[in-house]
């Protein structure tokens, strides 16, 4: 399997841009997680998906944010319009409910928001 | 009022010495806790998961437990270079939930030869 994907892996944007990372699960795996990754703030949840379906999405900072899962392949995180705080590492991860509650994790997706 | 608080760091060993990570929890209902590994400017990779009290061992790893004072730890014995890394404790959702993990703020580990 080839694991988590993410695109892009790096993002260089200006202010007031909008930024739509992309995530392929692993194929199989029935949750996906998006998070964020600050030196300040570590590793925070923001949605997290459920066959499709968002089941929790109190991470997410505001309303410039916003996550879509339109089928068991493919997920968005977009920010609309972005912001330099927003400058962090984006991940996705995956999981099944058929097994543990380990959660397997993209490579990220290095986002600056200039 | 953070949830999973895990030892300052960051944490400085010799090659061959053990490393003790440490990390608690407020959340009582938690059934599982993890361990994981990241290395600078990469993702978070899975070391150990463990769900009951006591200790559990996978090569140089030892995690432990300890439910009744929400602790749980993890050891590395004969430290190497290699093992210099951020090291993230998460505890998994209580109650009948399942998929969300907590993730503690991570303690910087350095093993010098």
């Known amino acids: 399997d080839a694991g988590v994907i993410q695109s892009p892996r790096h993002e260089v944007t200006e202010m007031g841009q909008e930024v739509t990372l992309r995530c392929k699960p692993i194929?199989?795996?029935?949750?996906l997680f998006w998070y964020r990754q600050t030196m300040m703030r570590g590793l925070e949840l923001l949605i997290y998906f459920n066959n499709n379906v968002p089941i929790d999405d109190s991470g997410m900072p505001e309303d410039r944010f916003s996550a879509k899962m339109p089928n068991a392949s493919f997920s968005t995180l977009k920010i609309q319009p972005s912001e330099p705080r927003d400058s962090a590492v984006y991940f996705c991860?995956?999981?099944?409910?058929?097994?543990?509650?380990?959660?397997?994790f993209g490579p990220g997706t290095r986002l600056l928001v200039l | 009022q953070k949830e999973v608080e895990q030892n300052s760091g960051p944490l400085s060993v010799p090659e061959g010495a053990i490393a003790s990570l440490n990390c608690t929890y407020s959340?009582?209902?938690?059934?599982?806790f993890f361990w994981y590994r990241q290395y600078s400017g990469k993702s978070p990779e899975l070391i150990m998961f463990?769900?009951?009290?006591g200790d559990k061992e996978d090569g140089r790893f030892t995690a432990q437990l300890n439910k009744a004072s929400q602790y749980v730890s993890l050891l590395i014995r004969d430290s190497q270079p290699s093992d210099s890394a951020t090291y993230l404790c998460?505890?998994?959702?209580?109650?009948?939930?399942?998929?969300?993990?907590?993730f503690g703020q991570g303690t910087i580990l350095t093993v010098h030869p």
């Open positions: 959340d009582r209902g938690s059934q599982s």
């Open positions: 991860a995956s999981n099944s409910d058929r097994g543990s509650e380990t959660q397997y």
């Open positions: 194929s199989g795996h029935d949750y």
């Open positions: 463990i769900y009951s009290n």
């Open positions: 998460a505890q998994g959702p209580g109650g009948t939930s399942y998929g969300k993990l907590t």
